[in-house]
Nanobody, 118 residues
Framework: QVQLVESGGGLVQAGGSLRLSCAASGWTFSSSPVEWFRQAPGKEREFVAAISWDGGVTDFADSVKSRFTISRDNAKNTVYLQMNSLKPEDTAVYYC???????????WGQGTQVTVSS
């Protein structure tokens, strides 16, 4: 069974850090680009970061550039999102997705809540 499971969310004060993990099982994860998205209450889902299948190419939303980094360990079937200098506006449910731009829509995790208090 194909699964993506996010973890690492929680409550943190503004200026703090969190590292989210996205663990995959059930397919050859190492061949898939992975993206992180987030959705805050009452807002549309938005792109946060992306990483190519080999980790060689990354991309970030302007709102998180210089604060967030994305990496992957294909041996562990895991992608990480390191979030530093967190702001209250980063509060959202964070989702990881593998191959989200494929015809099938890719695979999505169930999300992990990140709450940043001011």
């Amino acid at each position: 069974q194909v699964q993506l499971v996010e973890s690492g969310g929680g409550l943190v004060q503004a200026g703090g850090s969190l590292r989210l993990s996205c663990a995959a099982s059930g397919w050859t994860f190492s061949s898939s680009p992975v993206e992180w998205f987030r959705q805050a209450p009452g807002k549309e889902r938005e792109f946060v970061a992306a990483i190519s299948w080999d980790g060689g190419v990354t991309d970030f939303a302007d709102s998180v550039k210089s604060r967030f980094t994305i990496s992957r360990d294909n041996a562990k079937n895991t992608v990480y999102l390191q979030m530093n200098s967190l702001k209250p506006e980063d509060t959202a449910v964070y989702y990881c997705a593998a191959d989200p731009n494929s015809d099938s829509g890719g695979y999505w995790g169930q999300g992990t809540q990140v709450t940043v208090s001011s």
